[in-house]
């Protein structure tokens, strides 16, 4: 069975910082081109970043120079490092696992950007 499990979000004031990870489980990983997308209250779920099993990455305009993605083969992980968050950035984040058969998603994490 095939699991992606999101952590690390949470609420924080705007300039702060989290980082996201999900963790796979069920798939050979490191084959995988993994992403990072969101989905804010009344909104369609949008991209945020991609990286590739070859290592490289896309970010979304909106989230260029704040967002990092990066991914740890050995632990089946992505990460998502997001500094300077704003409260647009307020959103529930989903990790993605796709390969041209297969397409994975995650539960989602919740993040909140607030003072």
């Known amino acids: 069975q095939v699991q992606l499990v999101e952590s690390g979000g949470g609420l924080v004031q705007p300039g702060g910082s989290l980082r996201l990870s999900c963790t796979a489980s069920?798939?050979?990983?490191?084959?995988?081109?993994v992403g990072w997308y969101r989905q804010a209250p009344g909104k369609q779920r949008e991209f945020v970043a991609t990286?590739?099993?070859?290592?490289?990455?896309n970010y979304a305009d909106s989230v260029k120079g704040r967002f990092t993605i990066s991914r740890d083969n050995a632990k089946d992980t992505v990460y998502l490092r997001m500094n300077n968050l704003k409260p647009e950035d307020t959103a529930v984040y989903y990790c993605?696992?796709?390969?041209?058969?297969?397409?994975?998603w995650g539960q989602g994490t919740q993040v909140s950007v607030s003072s």
């Open positions: 069920g798939i050979i990983f490191r084959a995988y081109n």
């Open positions: 990286l590739t099993n070859g290592g490289g990455s």
């Open positions: 993605n696992a796709r390969n041209p058969a297969r397409d994975y």
